[in-house]
């Protein structure tokens, strides 16, 4: 079975410092790994992805995650918040090695940044 | 059109009735997936489309739901006497055919918002 965690229901962080929001997943093998944004009343957006390769991804909007096989985790981080940041963040995880193709999401970080 | 499309954007019905939500992918994409969003929980996936497959219908949380694809592309799904419990917002997504390796990225539309009163 694959699942994926976001212990955090919620984020502060003040404008213009470093921002972080957790993940960590669970499969029998390998993981692809995403986040997703979401806006208020929007659909989910794609930011990044992780397939294999280099544990340091980047995306959109300045984001990027660190993909860190020996603590299942896949943090999302940007250097410097900015209000417009502030929305519902997704992880998702789908199994390489099992032949499905229906990506587990987390439950959503809710990202608050203060002017 | 460049993104998933999905109709109706907001659905108000009344307990009891049935809705059918339509989701439009993107064009190309084989793959169709639907999730449902309820306030705090998540997403919750419903049922995968695969080209000409037989649909992964594992998530659909009872018999009142169900769902066709029609010509690989269009996809409705339908609720049946619908409960309160019912509101959500159901979103819909579509990939392009899934290869090995390629990490499938699936793309979502903006969803369709049930109320039931």
């Known amino acids: 079975a694959q699942s994926v965690a976001q212990p955090e229901d919620q984020v502060n962080v003040a404008e213009g410092n470093p921002l972080t929001v957790k993940c960590t997943y669970s499969v029998s093998g390998n993981p692809y790994l995403f986040w997703y944004v979401q806006y208020p009343n929007r659909g989910l957006q794609f930011l990044l992805k992780?397939?294999?390769?280099?544990?340091l991804v980047k995306g959109s909007y300045g984001f990027e995650a660190e993909f860190n096989k020996s603590q299942t985790s896949f943090h999302l981080k940007k250097p410097s918040a900015l209000v417009s940041d502030s929305a519902l963040y997704f992880c998702a995880v789908r199994d390489r090695e099992r032949g499905s193709y229906i990506p587990t999401f987390g439950r959503g970080t809710s990202l608050i940044v203060h002017p | 059109g460049a993104g998933v499309s999905q109709s109706p954007s907001n659905k108000v019905t009344e307990k009891g009735k049935d809705v059918e939500l339509r989701c439009d992918p993107i064009s190309g994409h084989t793959a169709l997936y639907w999730y449902r969003q309820s306030l705090g929980q998540g997403l919750e996936f419903l049922i995968y489309?695969?080209?000409?497959?037989?649909?992964?219908k594992s998530g659909l949380p009872s018999d009142r739901f169900s769902a066709e694809r029609t010509g690989g592309s269009v996809s409705t799904l339908t609720i049946q006497r619908t409960q309160q419990e019912d509101s959500a917002v159901y979103l819909c997504?579509?990939?392009?055919?899934?290869?090995?390796?390629?990490?499938?990225?699936?793309?979502f539309g903006e969803g369709s918002w049930l109320t039931v009163v």
């Open positions: 489309f695969q080209g000409n497959s037989a649909p992964d």
């Open positions: 997504a579509s990939s392009p055919t899934p290869s090995g390796g390629s990490g499938n990225t699936i793309y």
């Open positions: 992780y397939i294999t390769g280099d544990n």
